[in-house]
């Protein structure tokens, strides 16, 4: 579904941000990727996303080639990044500005119901807490109903019990939605209670150590020793990347 072929980034000032990274997505499919700084993990998503220009490689969608920005691959970034100046439904709706009114808020309001916000569609961003404003940028994202969803940690900013209360909403969208994610993130128990296959990135330059199969059924269960086990292998893993990847850096 989603192919990524030998993708590689130099940057003109000479970082080599990401190196011979290859991965082909299932739909549907949950994809997180972890790793220390340097590990090309931002160079990624804006690969994906056509923000910037591979130096090597290609990406193609359904076998489809993509080369620039595509309306079928969204993505959330770390900060809601809502517009202050439009309401919740204004925001939701601002990319569907080509629909007739009716049908713009019918299915702005559904979003709204999905993501538990019904009766906020006249708030103004100012109004909402941290969890709410990522949630209406989860449903601006996923309202234009894109094949592929690019998050990059867009949780991170948000205390614990949000940041959980927020990983189960996720999972509720994408089953709903049935949209395939790669999620950025460096929690490494984000990583495995969320996703189907971890990809677990080495730095300096970025490239792909490992990729783990979780193989564990949902829901899943936080404190069951099977995810604990998940984690100390990932733990483990990323561990091992960055002592590499201070190696490598020395010389």
């Known amino acids: 579904m989603l192919d990524i072929r030998s993708l590689s980034k130099i940057y003109p000032n000479g970082t080599h941000a990401l190196q011979d990274f290859s991965l082909s997505v299932e739909k549907g499919e949950l994809i997180a990727v972890v790793g220390g700084s340097g590990c090309g993990k931002s160079t990624l998503l ?17 076998g489809r080639r993509l080369t620039e920005p595509d309306a079928l691959v969204n993505i959330v970034f770390q900060e809601p990044r809502l517009f202050p100046w439009l309401t919740v439904a204004g925001n939701i709706g601002f990319g569907l500005r080509h629909l007739p009114n009716s049908d713009r808020e019918e ?22 807490s941290g969890g709410q404003a990522q949630r209406v ?6 309202v234009t109903k894109p094949s592929v969803l690019l998050l990059d940690e867009p949780f991170s900013a948000l205390d614990a019990m949000t940041r959980a209360e927020l990983q189960d909403h996720l999972i509720d969208l994408w089953r709903l939605n049935a949209t395939t994610m790669l999620l950025v993130t460096h929690d490494i128990e984000e990583a495995a209670f969320l996703a189907d296959r971890v990809v677990v990135m080495s730095p300096w330059p970025g490239r792909i150590l490992e990729v783990v199969d979780v193989g564990l059924p949902r829901q899943r269960n936080r404190m069951s020793d099977e995810l604990a086990a998940v984690k100390r292998r990932l733990s483990d893993l990323l561990a091992h990347s960055l002592n590499n990847g201070v190696r490598t850096a020395r010389g």
């Not at 804006?46 to 359904?62: C, H, K, W």
């Not at 979003?111 to 006249?122: Q, V």
């Not at 940028?137 to 996923?142: D, E, I, V, Y």
Request: no cysteine; charged share 25%; net charge negative.
């Open 107 to 128: 299915q702005v309001s559904a979003s709204l119901e999905k993501i538990g916000l019904a009766g906020y569609e006249e708030r103004w961003i100012k109004e909402l």
């Open 46 to 62: 804006r690969l994906l996303s056509g923000l910037e220009a591979p130096t090597q490689g290609e990406i193609s969608l359904e």
């Open 137 to 142: 940028a989860l449903a601006r994202a996923l």
